[in-house]
């Protein structure tokens, strides 16, 4: 019997679905094994969004097959994109699922990952590197938002050299600042949590204390480009001061969660300055993150994963809230 774990009224509850799912010709039947806890899923419970759509930070093992699909084999370890084809647009209806109009977020049944198992459209489903361990794979979705930071950074006129600041030391703002070293740039993280600015700089990473740089002259109008991945679920987030530490004709960008995030039109007008958000992935940017971390993301993994089981969602969920852990995992028995 298939089962998926439903939130509601400020809980988890697993939800008995009385029989178990079966693919359609277009589906590849996936059992999830791991399923990691994003900002995003937090911001959505922070600010008791009705009927959220959590969990999107995943690995699987395929069960089953439609009949239209190839190229993959039952028992072959996978993941997906968080923003699924609707089947429904004229793009979709065209079998042209790769500029779907009206993407959907996985987190609802039958696309709960955090089950015992989920249908995904073939053409969201991604391979994955043979050899990584199940918590690395989990964590590569994690990375390939650091790497769209760094791709819309370069929209926005990041040059060679430019110095960059990013707020945030959670694991988003961690993997944006990897994927910027990784490609030859110097970044500062800012955090104001210890124990984070303690785990960005043991795997090499600058980190700096929040109220340091806030109360110094030394980082105010001082950056090409200065990054958001702070949001509001653990407070207001910097979005309302972020502005102050680029350079006149400068870049800001945006990749934190916020319920109703509001900027300062006239700081940004009088300064020049060139905003923009992380938004509209690609499975192809995946696919190429993926291909870009394989022999890189194993070494981060220990340092900023903790694992609980299926049937400690709560306080998984609970922890991640406190910061207990920089990244929690949930995951199957094995």
Request: proline share 3%; charged share 25%; aromatic share 8%.
């Given at each position: 019997?298939s089962w998926?774990?439903?939130y509601?009224?400020?809980?988890?509850t697993?939800?008995?679905?009385?029989?178990?799912?079966?693919?359609?010709?277009?589906?590849?039947?996936?059992?999830?094994?791991?399923?990691?806890?994003?900002?995003?899923?937090?911001?959505?419970i922070?600010?008791?969004?009705?009927?959220?759509t959590?969990?999107?930070?995943?690995?699987?093992?395929?069960?089953?097959l439609?009949?239209?699909?190839s190229?993959?084999?039952?028992?072959?370890i996978?993941?997906?994109?968080?923003?699924?084809?609707?089947?429904?647009?004229?793009?979709?209806?065209?079998?042209?699922?790769h500029?779907?109009?009206?993407?959907?977020?996985?987190?609802h049944?039958?696309?709960?990952?955090?089950?015992?198992?989920?249908?995904?459209?073939?053409?969201?489903?991604?391979?994955?590197?043979?050899?990584?361990?199940?918590?690395?794979?989990?964590l590569?979705e994690?990375a390939f938002?650091?790497d769209i930071a760094?791709?819309?950074?370069?929209?926005?006129?990041?040059?060679?050299?430019?110095?960059v600041?990013?707020?945030?030391a959670?694991?988003?703002?961690?993997?944006?600042a990897?994927?910027?070293k990784?490609?030859?740039?110097?970044?500062?993280?800012?955090e104001?949590?210890?124990?984070?600015i303690?785990?960005?700089?043991e795997?090499?990473?600058?980190c700096?204390n929040?109220?340091?740089?806030?109360?110094s002259?030394?980082?105010?109008?001082?950056y090409?480009?200065?990054?958001d991945?702070?949001?509001?679920?653990?407070?207001?987030g910097?979005?309302?001061?972020?502005?102050?530490?680029?350079?006149v004709?400068?870049n800001?960008?945006?990749?934190?969660k916020?319920?109703e995030g509001?900027?300062?039109?006239?700081?940004?007008a009088?300064?020049?300055?060139?905003?923009?958000?992380?938004?509209?992935h690609q499975?192809?940017?995946?696919?190429a993150?993926?291909?870009?971390?394989?022999?890189?993301i194993?070494?981060?993994?220990a340092?900023?994963?903790?694992s609980?089981?299926f049937?400690?969602?709560?306080?998984?969920?609970?922890?991640?809230?406190?910061?207990?852990?920089?990244?929690?995992?949930?995951?199957?028995?094995l």
């Amino acid at each position: 019997m298939s089962w998926h774990y439903q939130y509601e009224n400020e809980v988890f509850t697993r939800i008995e679905n009385g029989q178990e799912l079966v693919a359609s010709e277009d589906e590849i039947l996936v059992e999830p094994l791991v399923v990691g806890i994003c900002g995003s899923d937090l911001n959505q419970i922070v600010h008791k969004r009705e009927n959220p759509t959590i969990g999107h930070e995943w690995v699987g093992r395929i069960k089953s097959l439609g009949s239209n699909v190839s190229g993959h084999e039952v028992g072959e370890i996978v993941t997906s994109v968080a923003h699924t084809c609707c089947r429904k647009c004229k793009n979709c209806l065209a079998k042209d699922w790769h500029n779907c109009l009206k993407r959907s977020l996985l987190g609802h049944h039958p696309q709960n990952v955090i089950s015992s198992e989920v249908l995904i459209h073939y053409s969201d489903i991604l391979k994955v590197p043979k050899g990584l361990s199940l918590d690395a794979i989990a964590l590569l979705e994690v990375a390939f938002i650091g790497d769209i930071a760094f791709d819309r950074a370069t929209r926005i006129g990041l040059k060679e050299g430019d110095k960059v600041i990013i707020f945030g030391a959670g694991p988003i703002g961690v993997f944006t600042a990897l994927s910027f070293k990784y490609r030859g740039y110097e970044p500062i993280l800012v955090e104001k949590e210890k124990s984070r600015i303690q785990i960005a700089k043991e795997i090499g990473l600058k980190c700096l204390n929040f109220s340091a740089v806030m109360m110094s002259d030394d980082h105010y109008l001082k950056y090409d480009l200065a990054i958001d991945c702070t949001g509001d679920n653990n407070g207001p987030g910097v979005l309302k001061f972020i502005h102050l530490f680029p350079k006149v004709f400068c870049n800001v960008l945006i990749v934190g969660k916020y319920k109703e995030g509001k900027l300062d039109e006239a700081a940004y007008a009088k300064k020049g300055l060139r905003l923009t958000w992380v938004a509209a992935h690609q499975i192809e940017e995946f696919q190429a993150s993926i291909d870009f971390w394989k022999d890189k993301i194993e070494a981060y993994t220990a340092p900023l994963t903790h694992s609980l089981g299926f049937d400690h969602i709560n306080e998984a969920f609970e922890a991640a809230r406190a910061r207990k852990y920089m990244k929690c995992l949930i995951k199957k028995e094995l």
